[in-house]
């Protein structure tokens, strides 16, 4: 009885891995498949990884963003226009007049109520290139001329 229990058991095994072989012989394809594009990926990766440093070099390290036309992000919060007007010496309405903005707008970036538009971001930023004098400058010349009404 007991050559009968394991003949049937060694048949059933062999079945079972028949089967399971027949079930897997597809996946195994795929596999080797997905293995290929997944190389070809990271060779990919590799090689646009090496152009972007090839025109950082070029640029002389300036943001690759800059080269492929992309606006880089400008970080800037509350302290950083508070820093940017103090160290300029304006008021926060001069600051306003400079930015064709409200003083209301200058005030709740300050207070950080608010943030300002890409746009504007890059207005501030370029601000921080300019000195005492250029600003007074830009501000006198913005006095002077008439406010346009519509």
């Known amino acids: 009885m007991s050559d009968l229990k394991q ?3 060694d048949e ?20 080797v498949s997905l293995r ?12 646009s990884n090496k152009k972007n440093e090839i ?13 492929t036309s992309e606006e880089p992000k400008l970080r800037l919060n509350a302290a950083g226009i ?10 926060q309405s001069d600051f306003a007049k400079l930015l064709d903005v409200t003083m209301h707008s200058v005030c709740s970036w300050e207070n950080g109520k608010s943030h ?11 601000l921080r290139k300019l000195g005492k004098r250029q600003v007074k400058k830009v501000l006198a010349e913005k ?8």
């Not at 950082?56 to 300036?62: L, T, W």
């Not at 300002?116 to 370029?126: L, Y």
């Open 82 to 91: 508070i820093r940017i007007r103090t160290k300029l010496k304006l008021s």
């Open 7 to 9: 003949v049937l058991s």
């Open 55 to 67: 025109l950082q070099k070029k640029a002389g390290g300036e943001n690759v963003a800059e080269l």
């Open 12 to 31: 059933i095994r062999r079945l079972a891995r028949k089967e399971i072989k027949l079930a897997v012989q597809p996946l195994q394809a795929n596999i």
């Open 116 to 126: 300002p538009r890409a746009a504007m971001k890059t207005k501030i930023c370029s």
């Open 143 to 150: 006095q002077d001329k008439p406010a346009v009404q519509e």
């Open 36 to 47: 290929r594009q997944v190389a070809e990926l990271k060779k990919l990766l590799k090689e």
